[in-house]
């Protein structure tokens, strides 16, 4: 069994997060890559992705919440990865186009960068519970809402070769919502972009939750640095290049149902299912019980009465869901008091079985100084590893052969 991944030091105060001026020689010698300016960066899950893919390089790195900022740095120092090369922008994305000092200083960085490597992307996820149908479903209107009118904004502004637009389901499939998405994808082919999008699920990729996402894709048909012409090329964008199988004829396998709750009782799998996609094999290949953010887990002050009684598998309401071990997690959101139940221990599930749902590597760490509810809430954010590493390759795979894929 491997030896259980120990934290490294790494300075986390406030002050220490900022954006700089970066080495020359850096940029040259990353200049194979292409380039990724990240937002609403979260801990780093869609950032490690595009990192691991090994085809991209982080440049910059912009989140308000300090804490989450904090799980981004202590992570990537935990798994050998270099800082993002300008560094990080704890601060809300509409001050880097309303601060004028600082939108010029982005600009700029991002043309030095064009300068010495492959294609420049922008890539972000907004907050989503304004159109989420278990949010706040306030729409445009709504504080985080608002953020993607931002960022699209930011991006026809700022102009990067390419971009990934990521959101919940609820933007692309409910009506009023529909309306405002389009909106956002007009003002962007008005900017230059070619787009595609799809609604894809983190299960049809290995992830095990059943985790729907909108994802829009877009590249800018003047880029120089792309080398070819996207308006002619973007009906081959490759979706499903990196996809395991269909999310819907996975859901209809033969899924155990719900069982009596037993504390620690062992058993074996059903035969049928693809046991690489169920909350058991995810929990022993992170070995969960020696990860170091094992321990942390929400202690109830009452109620156990209430964890004795669920049954193992009994996910379908909207909280107090019980993991079934043979079976993939509902999605991963564990704020608006929706809690996730262990499937055979009477408490909630930790911080790291729920870095193992996202399909974290297991020595992905989240720092012990930052609160517990952060830690749950940054989690639950994030875009499933998997997931993030297949958006990666598919852009790469698009831009490296020229939109010639298929």
């Not at 004829?249 to 299912?273: A, D, Y």
């Not at 043979?326 to 499937?343: D, F, I, K, M, Q």
């Not at 517990?372 to 958006?391: C, Q, R």
Request: hydrophobic share 35%; charged share 25%.
């Amino acid at each position: 069994m491997k030896s259980t991944p120990k934290p490294k030091k790494c300075d986390l105060s406030p002050e220490s997060f900022a954006v700089h001026e970066a080495n020359d020689s850096y940029l040259d010698d990353t200049a194979d890559k292409a380039s990724v300016f990240s937002f609403f960066s979260g801990a780093g899950f869609l950032d490690l992705g595009f990192e691991m893919s090994g085809k991209f390089a982080i440049r910059f790195a912009n989140e308000i919440q300090i804490s989450f900022l904090q799980t981004y740095r202590y992570s990537r120092r935990n798994l050998g990865l270099p800082e993002p090369t300008f560094g990080y922008s704890p601060s809300d994305i509409a001050w880097l186009l309303e601060h004028e000092e600082m939108f010029t200083f982005v600009k700029s960085i991002i043309e030095k960068t064009k300068a010495f490597s492959r294609p420049v992307g922008f890539i972000g996820g907004p907050p989503c519970p304004d159109f989420s149908v278990g949010g706040k479903n306030r729409g445009r209107e709504g504080e985080n809402g608002k953020l993607s009118g931002t960022y699209v904004e930011l991006i026809c502004q700022m102009k990067p070769d390419f971009f990934l637009f990521e959101n919940v389901k609820g933007l692309y499939r409910t009506v009023k919502h529909r309306a405002f998405f389009d909106e956002l994808k007009e003002k962007l082919n008005n900017a230059g972009y070619v787009m595609t999008e799809r609604l894809v699920n983190a299960l049809s990729y290995g992830a095990p939750q059943d985790r729907e996402r909108i994802l829009l894709v877009g590249f800018h048909a003047d880029s120089d640095r792309l080398g070819f012409d996207p308006a002619a090329t973007i009906a081959n964008f490759p979706w499903n290049r990196f996809a395991r199988k269909d999310a819907s004829l996975l859901k209809n396998l033969n899924w155990p149902g719900m069982e009596p709750f037993h504390e620690s009782v062992m058993t074996l799998p059903p035969e049928g299912i693809p046991l690489e996609l169920t909350v058991q094999h995810w929990f022993e290949r992170n070995h969960v019980d020696e990860h170091p953010n094992a321990k942390h887990c929400f202690i109830p002050r009452e109620g156990l009465k209430k964890f004795l009684a669920i049954p193992e598998g009994d996910d379908k309401k909207k909280s107090y869901k019980r993991l079934h071990r043979w079976r993939y997690s509902p999605t991963a959101a564990y704020g608006n008091n929706e809690v996730h139940l262990h499937p055979y221990h009477a408490r909630r599930i930790s911080v790291a079985e729920a870095l193992a749902i996202q399909s974290l590597p297991r020595n992905f760490l989240i720092p012990p100084s930052i609160p517990l509810s952060d830690m749950f809430k940054t989690v639950g954010n994030g875009v499933p590893f998997i997931l993030s590493s297949a958006i990666a390759k598919t852009i790469a795979l698009f831009i490296e052969t020229k939109g010639k894929c298929l």
